[in-house]
């Protein structure tokens, strides 16, 4: 597929990274949900005493304004369940309680979550294993009636959402919470009230707990680990609680000891009452810390993921999941930490390796690439995801020629691609554009509280893979803005395109809610990564497929933050990039097979990612280099991140290739054949140079439209040299 408060600061965390901290409360609702009065700042666990004071405003330019776009709604505004005042939470892991038709089981990892027509369930996914899929379905195995006739996502925030359930009368009878990375399901009745369950709760050994499925699952009752049956029906079934009194559910995991399962029991006791995010990003690595806020300043439960097992603040050893992203960890947490290696943002080749014959082979090649541009054989289409895709191909060109300024003639030819790119720019940039055109302009959709591109692409319109189609168009703007290799920057430029380009930004990755757009939009901290589907009308939860295209959308915010002259933006990008490309390495292209939760799995890559499942697919082929090119493109300077494994990498490439001869040329003419040549050279130069010489008579149907040959040699020959 294809309004929180907040206020960020800046602080030292020892002994690795500067971090920039985000102390959020509840998205978009209650005082200053719309942005307008601070949270509260706090710096993540180890930050320096002596940190800077926060800032007024972080990773959000201070004239963003959607109200200078046209204001239309492209798409028909869905169904929401969703209280007063909050933004519509599009790309989100729990998008479709609030949005949609109907609602879908979401999965705050370990759990799976759905409401049902009285009240709700929830189930420990039991992981399933095939050739191509690894699943773990919403099936129920604890059901709780509380007699609702409706629901609304009432309040969300970093890592938690909750979920109002209604009487007749629309009155709240109680509250759902929901927190991501928690094993426990929490519910806080607003009135009193008997709940009725599914299974036969009973009290033995100092807890109540049933078994489900040969698992046991724990109920928390009001009177906690001293009364473990207080409210408790005779027959287990039904448990009484007054209002503001809370119960709390949460399947035991595996391997785990008694003590072990007590320690849970006094956790699953803490309610959490907020989450918050801290970030930092440092020169070797960048930080993510996400806080479980509870009333009594206890830890509460969590779980840390494959990519956050060299995590800190976190007691662990209190047994395991299996789940579709691998085996997780049951732990004690009040903040859970991690670090990821940081990734340097580029937007240009390094060529200094390149000898006098390889710089002459290339500038011919860039007057080549540069006369179709121009002849219009290599086309600037006019949707937001192929148009944005042109704009950074046309950004590559330029940067290659502007390297390559000892060569004839190629003063002219960037002269050129600079003046033609700058005016494409500019053209897109127009804030009144979609006044005048029907294309290649943007609007505010006021109901959704996003922007879109005329015309939409892959349903972009109902805010899919934004930050897929803006991230190109960062990328570009940031290429351009920042001047040629002189380091000569235009100033003009970008005064001219800010108002627009700034809104992109923030659509996809505001630090803070602005104009109404929500902070983060499709960024998951916890889970690391991106969320593409803006609805996510799906029974899996929500998805990602091209996680290498989320990792060049930071890597452009970045680009046009330095050329912007934001730092606290370009620090929030440098965090989002390495994240996303920690996570992408972790989940798509090199997860670890040998983990049990996955053993059977019969391929190198996952290429969709969900909330529920991971596949070997996609939205659009079958074809083995599919999978991986999808995973891979747009390869862009910063792509050396999903290096480090050469013999990852060429397993991968064996798979996506069919079998078929890595040194046969012939082997390389699949769909994305130019991606996989590209990705093949960051196993090393030996293996650069072998794709290099397929590369220069790879047939041209094989480049893909976001490419040009020049780019395809370019980065080959950086690699190989």
Request: hydrophobic letters at 45%; one cysteine or more.
């Amino acid at each position: 597929m294809r309004g929180p408060r907040a206020l960020v600061g800046v602080a030292v965390v020892a002994p690795v990274v500067a971090l920039v901290t985000a102390a959020c409360g509840v998205l978009g609702g209650g005082p200053g949900g719309d942005g307008s009065s601070p949270a509260g700042g706090s710096a993540a666990p180890g930050a320096s005493a002596g940190a800077a004071p926060a800032a007024d405003r972080a990773g959000v330019p201070p004239d963003v304004d959607p109200g200078v776009l046209p204001q239309e709604s492209v798409a028909v505004t869905p169904t929401m369940r969703l209280a007063d005042g909050l933004a519509p939470p599009t790309n989100r892991w729990f998008s479709a309680l609030a949005l949609g038709d109907a609602p879908q089981p979401v999965f705050p990892l370990p759990l799976a979550v759905a409401m049902t027509s009285r009240g709700f369930g929830y189930g420990l996914p039991d992981v399933e294993v095939t050739e191509t899929s690894v699943v773990g379905p919403y099936a129920e195995q604890v059901g709780v009636d509380v007699g609702a006739a409706s629901f609304v996502v009432s309040t969300y925030d970093t890592a938690s959402v909750t979920v109002e359930l209604r009487d007749g009368a629309g009155e709240p009878l109680g509250h759902l919470q929901l927190v991501e990375g928690s094993p426990v399901l929490r519910y806080t009745a607003a009135t009193d009230q008997d709940v009725a369950m599914t299974s036969e709760f009973t009290v033995a050994g100092g807890r109540a707990s049933t078994e489900v499925l040969d698992r046991e699952h724990v109920l928390v009752t009001p009177g906690g680990a001293g009364d473990p049956g207080a409210g408790l029906s005779e027959d287990g079934r039904v448990l009484e609680l007054g209002a503001g009194q809370a119960a709390a559910w949460f399947p035991v995991p595996d391997d785990v000891s008694a003590d072990a399962v007590d320690t849970l029991v006094r956790a699953a006791a803490a309610p959490v009452t907020e989450t918050s995010l801290a970030y930092g990003a440092g020169d070797e690595a960048v930080t993510t810390a996400i806080t479980y806020a509870t009333d009594d300043g206890d830890p509460t439960a969590v779980v840390r993921m494959p990519h956050q097992r060299d995590s800190t603040g976190a007691a662990c050893g209190l047994g395991t999941y299996a789940t579709v992203h691998g085996t997780v960890e049951a732990c004690t947490a009040s903040t859970l930490a991690w670090a990821s290696p940081a990734v340097e943002p580029a937007g240009r080749l390094d060529l200094s390796g390149l000898d006098d014959d390889e710089r002459a082979e290339l500038a011919d090649q860039v007057r080549a690439d540069a006369s179709a541009r121009a002849e219009g054989t290599l086309e600037a289409p006019s949707d937001t995801y192929f148009g944005g895709k042109a704009l950074a191909r046309d950004a590559n060109l330029l940067t290659l020629a502007e390297q390559l300024r000892d060569q004839d003639g190629m003063d002219d030819v960037a002269g050129t691609l600079r003046d033609d790119l700058a005016a494409r720019l500019r053209e897109w940039a127009e804030a009144d554009g979609c006044e005048r055109r029907a294309e290649r302009c943007f609007v505010h959709d006021p109901a959704l509280a996003t922007v879109v591109g005329k015309v939409p692409g892959f349903g972009s319109e109902e805010a899919n893979d934004h930050h897929f189609h803006y991230g190109y168009f960062l990328y570009a703007a940031g290429v351009v803005a920042a001047g040629d290799s002189a380091g000569e920057a235009d100033p003009a430029l970008v005064d001219d395109l800010a108002p627009v380009l700034d809104l992109l930004a923030a659509d996809v990755a505001a630090g803070e809610p602005v104009g109404g757009l929500p902070a983060l939009r499709v960024f998951d901290a916890y889970a690391g990564h991106s969320w593409a589907s803006g609805y996510a009308p799906f029974a899996d939860g929500n998805n990602q497929e091209s996680a290498s295209e989320a990792v060049a959308a930071w890597n452009g915010l970045a680009l046009w933050a330095a050329a912007r002259g934001d730092a606290d933006l370009e620090a929030q990008a440098r965090w989002l990039l390495s994240a996303e490309a920690a996570s992408a390495r972790a989940y798509w292209t090199d997860f670890d097979r040998s983990d049990p939760a996955v053993q059977g799995f019969g391929h190198q890559v996952t290429s969709l990612v969900w909330g529920g499942k991971r596949d070997w697919a996609t939205w659009f082929s079958a074809e083995p280099s599919a999978m991986l090119g999808i995973l891979v493109l747009p390869a862009q300077p910063v792509a050396g991140y999903l290096a480090g494994d050469p013999e990852r990498i060429r397993a991968n490439l064996d798979e996506a290739l069919a079998g078929r001869p890595r040194d046969e040329a012939a082997s390389w003419d699949v769909m994305f054949g130019d991606q996989l040549l590209l990705y093949a050279a960051l196993a090393g130069p030996d293996d650069a140079q072998a794709a290099l010489d397929v590369a220069r008579d790879l047939p041209d149907e094989r480049l893909d439209d976001g490419n040009t040959r020049s780019y395809l040699l370019a980065f080959l020959m950086a690699h190989a040299s």
